[in-house]
């Protein structure tokens, strides 16, 4: 039983170093990981570099991580799909996060985020098929002072509305 | 470092300073309405008028009203610049030499900011948070230096519990009875942790004392550090708060180089370093042991106490854990003594309190009043009430754990006990004002909804209880339930808060069983009539085929 497990698991690893071995950014995570002496309670630092770096977490670097940091995949996995933090699908090209924080929920966050949707036909936490915009919700990223906001690519926005984020929006979707 | 040097950077810092000092808000909210900008324009402006040698633009923390930013305050004309911009920039500038300033102005001295009382914000929007020598000039460190070389350990943990400071992260322990127990428990190696995962949605205080005035926490937690007896400390921030882990890792990086962090701390034998650990997304996390948890790289997820954190904590050493604005409170109490600490505030709650106010209000932001202020004085007097001549339903304190306290209750003293007493909590210090047109349902639900996907999922009550309460009062709000339904949720809400495991889900019923107890006719108005009667005698029973 053990040995018919370990032989494709063995091969997994090696493809794992393989792929790893043609790509620059597995090097700068290896020396991110090195940097933290491969501690393994530095997984998290670890995952939110790796999300940095590659933009989402897919099986493969998920394996090599757990390789380099001698943890079992299972504990890496774990951790991954445990923080919201962290995604495991390729996201859009734009990302529109939408606060749903209490205070930007009672100005009409969700009337935003409905508007989108229906607008785009994307769910919070999808992708377009075209793969141009990301609609994401976060829990309330301190910016209560100025609600409702959206967070267009990175960048705060005060006081949006479902006119506005539409607007911004179809920026990015003509071009 | 010696003292020496501390008091020479400090008079040297107050010696280098201009005449005119100009402060432009560089807190999260400003800056997403584009304060640097105003910043650059306003540097811009000085040195085409000539006046570097006169005039200084210095980049600051919060300024507590968030609605109008960006701010920018010139004190030498006493004056409140708000909703900047880069064009309206310049003529700040201008009237500094007699001019028209175009920029609309604010009364420095309206209640909003009149009637705070700051410790924790005492050098919000005065120090540059990202300038070390700036925090030193406002009696920075001194209270760590005086700790080390003129007290013991035991010293410092008494004079925590003198002063009465409680825990500002919600639940309100004794402080320095936290800091004796990790001081007394046996172990070589001790941890002190910063809890600055400010999950309530509807807060951000902690997130505007780490952008504003990161070096007290730092300061604040070495003197933890010192009292207990650890050599490590680690600061647990969100990772929604890239400005916050900015300024940090700046200070962090600063004071070391000062040797006021690291090894040898002011030429004492004792050592402290911090280390930032970002957080990757999870309520649960707030908990100390879930917190812990994922310090050491694992999914958060709490576990039973005890044995507490104090005793058995990270990487089962004894740790002490408090929340940022605790440990921002630490060094003004050791500068000011106990006793000037303890006379403000109610018996039993002792200083000030910081909180975030945001929703249907007309001043949305930050503001530290005395424990025991009113209520009313907070939302009405100093928030302005609701805008647009809307009137205020409810309050909510606590966020996800806390309740909704009625207008009616608008009177309450704001402390620990007061609150509790209503239903809700004191919680971090978020305050969510909601106007009439709020339907206090959808705000049940939404908390509701909140709770069960934060879940962590490791203990039934709150893994199943949240999902089972949510549909019910998905129901409710979507007119599909009875009376019945009503009473089952009621026991539920009962189950889930005396049988979960931590305290998301003990506290997880609270915004519905406080609504149900201050708005039960709104919940009522959406029942439907039972088909099977009142007591469902009507209903045939289940048979078997």
């Known amino acids: 039983m053990n040995a018919c497990v370990a032989k494709p698991q063995k091969k997994r690893i090696q493809a794992v170093l393989e792929h790893a071995s043609g790509d620059k950014r597995f090097k700068i995570l290896e020396v991110h990981m090195k940097k933290h002496q491969f501690r393994q309670d530095a997984l998290i630092e670890v995952l939110h570099k790796a999300q940095e770096l590659f933009g989402y977490l897919e099986d493969d670097l998920l394996l090599f991580v757990s390789i380099k940091l001698k943890l079992p995949p299972s504990r890496v996995y774990g951790v991954a799909t445990f923080y919201h933090f962290f995604q495991l699908k390729p996201q859009g090209e734009h990302a529109c996060v939408v606060c749903m924080g209490t205070a930007c929920y009672v100005k009409g966050a969700d009337k935003i985020i409905d508007a989108i949707t229906l607008k785009h036909k994307v769910r919070p ?33 005060p006081r949006a509305t479902p006119q506005s984020a539409l607007e911004q929006i179809n920026q990015w979707m003509t071009k | 470092m010696i003292l020496n040097d501390l008091i020479q950077t400090k008079e040297k810092e107050q010696a280098g300073r201009k005449k005119i000092v100009l402060r432009c808000c560089m807190a999260a909210g400003c800056m997403s309405t584009d304060s640097k900008g105003v910043k650059e324009q306003l540097e811009k402006a000085v040195a085409d008028a000539g006046l570097q040698n006169e005039v200084e633009v210095r980049g600051v923390g919060c300024m507590k009203l968030c609605c109008e930013g960006p701010l920018v305050a010139d004190d030498s004309k006493n004056a409140l610049y708000v909703k900047v911009n880069a064009e309206n920039a310049p003529s700040i500038i201008a009237a500094l030499k007699g001019g028209q300033a175009t920029a609309p102005q604010t009364d420095p001295n309206a209640p909003f900011f009149a009637k705070q009382f700051a410790i924790v914000l005492a050098n919000s929007g005065v120090v540059d948070p990202e300038r070390i020598e700036s925090y030193i000039a406002a009696d920075g460190y001194q209270a760590l230096h005086e700790a080390l070389h ?34 007394k428990s046996p172990g070589a190696k001790k941890y002190v942790i910063c809890n600055a995962d400010e999950g309530d949605p509807g807060a951000f205080m902690d997130r505007s004392v780490l952008e504003s005035d990161p070096h007290s926490v730092l300061e604040g937690m070495a003197i933890a550090a010192y009292a207990v007896g650890a050599d490590q400390g680690y600061i647990y921030v969100r990772a929604e708060y890239p400005l916050a882990i900015a300024r940090l890792q700046i200070a962090i990086k600063q004071a070391k180089q000062l040797g006021l962090l690291g090894s040898g701390i002011f030429e004492s034998p004792f ?29 958060g997820v709490p576990r039973p106490r005890p044995p507490f954190p104090a005793e058995s904590g990270l990487f089962g050493c004894p740790t002490l854990l408090n929340n940022v604005e605790t440990f921002a409170n630490v060094p003004t109490i050791y500068r000011k003594g106990a006793d000037w600490f303890a006379a403000i505030g109610t018996e039993k709650s002792k200083g000030t309190k910081v909180f975030a106010l945001a929703g249907k209000i007309k001043n949305t932001g930050l503001l530290e009043v005395p424990m025991g202020t009113p209520l009313r004085q907070i939302v009405e007097e100093m928030g302005g009430g609701a805008p647009d001549g809307g009137t205020i ?72 209880g949240t999902v089972q309460m949510h549909h019910l009062l998905d129901q409710i709000a979507n007119r599909q339930a009875t009376h019945r339904d009503l009473a089952k949720l009621e026991e539920l809400c009962d189950l889930v808060r005396n049988t979960s495991l931590c305290g998301l889900g003990q506290t997880a019923p609270n915004p519905t069983l406080s609504t149900l107890r201050f708005f039960r006719n709104e919940y009522e108005a959406l029942l439907q009539s039972d088909p099977y009667g009142p007591n469902g005698a009507a209903r045939k029973p289940i048979t078997t085929a």
Not at chain 2, 166 to 182: H, M, N, S, Y
Not at chain 2, 436 to 463: H, L, W, Y
């Open chain 1, 125 to 157: 936490g999808e992708t377009t098929p075209d793969n141009k915009l990301s609609l994401l919700t976060a829990r309330c990223i301190g910016a209560c002072g100025i609600a409702p906001a959206v967070v267009y690519d990175g960048t705060v926005t």
């Open chain 2, 271 to 299: 050592n402290f370093n911090v280390d930032l650990r970002i957080g990757a997304g999870a309520f649960v996390c707030g908990e100390e042991t879930a917190l812990m948890s994922s310090v050491e790289g694992k999914r």
């Open chain 2, 150 to 183: 003129e007290m013991t350990p035991k010293e410092v943990v008494d004079t925590m519990v003198k002063c009465g400071l409680r825990g500002r992260g919600g639940a309100g322990f004794p402080t320095g009875l936290k800091w004796g127990t990790v001081a």
């Open chain 2, 393 to 464: 339903k409810a309050v909510q304190t606590g966020g996800p754990s806390g309740g909704c306290i009625p207008s009616q209750h608008l009177d309450t003293p704001v402390d620990y006990e007061s609150l509790g007493k209503l239903g809700s909590i004191m919680g971090s210090g978020g305050m969510i004002v909601m106007d009439e047109t709020t339907n206090m349902v959808e705000i049940a639900r939404f908390f509701m909804e909140f709770c069960m996907d934060e879940s962590c999922g490791k203990c039934v009550p709150c893994r199943a």
